[in-house]
């Protein structure tokens, strides 16, 4: 009998045949919520999830009893209760590598458009309000030249520094765990403490991943230390910032303008004042968001979702201590 795979991300067609080869596929094409009653029915028989953006409970588990492996077509697996995935022996597969120099782009995108004040100008055309030549109450601020400070330097944050030094001129300042001396060589990135970043940075980038240690990581304190001239970019989660606190810094002036890609409640909630601002630029959470990069990244999940239902390693495996008892028993160790 061919076990049983949940579809509920953005698959095509040959993706969804690929797995149906040796797996009995089920669709859910839209899901928004996992008390969605056909897919409730058949969790019970499930030992495959691959989606996106729903969250997996300890709940939804209980009536998945049969489920071996679950993959995320994201980086991210805040959604996922990893300790009890781990405990259960499921995996949990992301797809990291595949959207890193697209979601740079994006980061690099709302550092200039920020800078240049480019979306409050655009609009000030499109109101037909160009009637004289540009200004200084309309003037952005350079990028070339200036300090971009990164707040996590893993994937993410490298590429985005590369566009930095290597296209911009830029001198890079990075806050991390541990040192990366491969990318201080390549870049000339300088690694300091947080509070020192902050201080010293023309742009602070945030890419960390969300976990209990990060949330709320930048907040009213971190944002006193910025300089007044400083923009705020945010492309990791929206919950690494007190969103109050960036609020109040920017409708107090202690920083120049903020670039943000994503937001602690998403969709963002219509009475937020952040769009409205005249120096913020708000993109709808769309890092990775292209043709190109959203089939690669559900492609990665379709091969980790095979490799682990077949009993083999996958390629992206975040809990690694969910596999080695799994392969010890398939062994029979």
């Known amino acids: 009998m ?29 899901l928004t919520s996992a008390d969605d009653p056909d897919f409730r029915a058949a969790l019970p028989d499930a030992n495959g999830l691959i989606g996106a953006s729903l969250a997996i409970t300890p709940e ?25 995935l781990t405990r259960r022996g499921i995996l949990l597969c992301n797809t ?12 690099f995108l709302l550092i200039m458009a920020a800078a240049r004040r480019a979306v409050e100008l655009a609009d000030l055309v499109k109101r037909g309000d160009w009637t004289a030549g540009i200004g200084p109450e ?70 960390v991943p969300l976990t209990a240690e990060t949330e709320h990581l930048i907040g009213e304190r971190e944002f006193a230390l910025i300089k007044p001239s400083a923009i705020f970019v945010n492309i990791a989660r929206g919950k690494v910032v007190n969103e109050a606190a960036l609020i109040e810094a920017l409708e107090m002036g202690r920083i120049r303008a903020a670039g943000l890609d994503v937001f602690e409640q998403e969709p963002l909630s219509p009475e937020s004042p952040l769009p409205h601002m005249t120096n913020v630029v708000a993109l709808p959470h769309i890092g990775s968001a292209t043709h190109e990069t959203r089939t690669a990244m559900a492609q990665r999940a379709v091969d980790n979702l095979i490799l682990a239902l077949r ?19 398939r062994q029979g160790l």
């Open 138 to 207: 309309h003037f952005g601020s350079d990028v070339h030249g200036k300090t971009l400070g990164l707040i996590g330097f893993g994937r993410i944050g490298a590429a985005v520094a590369r566009r930095g030094a290597l296209g911009f001129g830029m001198r890079i300042l990075y806050s991390n765990a541990s040192p990366k001396p491969e990318l201080e060589r390549e870049l000339g990135a300088e690694r300091r403490e947080l509070d020192t970043l902050l201080a010293e940075a023309d742009f602070v980038c945030v890419t």
């Open 311 to 329: 009993g083999e390693r996958p390629i992206n495996l975040v809990n690694d201590a969910a596999w080695r008892p799994a392969c010890r028993e």
């Open 96 to 107: 990291p590598d595949v959207l890193t120099e697209t979601t740079a782009d994006t980061g």
């Open 60 to 84: 939804l588990l209980n009536a998945a009893p049969q489920l071996e492996a679950i993959a995320t077509i994201s980086v991210g697996y805040d959604n996922y209760p990893v300790e009890a």
């Open 2 to 30: 061919k076990k049983r795979i949940l579809a509920y991300g953005r698959l095509n067609d040959d993706q969804l045949a690929q797995l149906g080869q040796d797996f009995e596929v089920l669709a859910f094409p839209g």
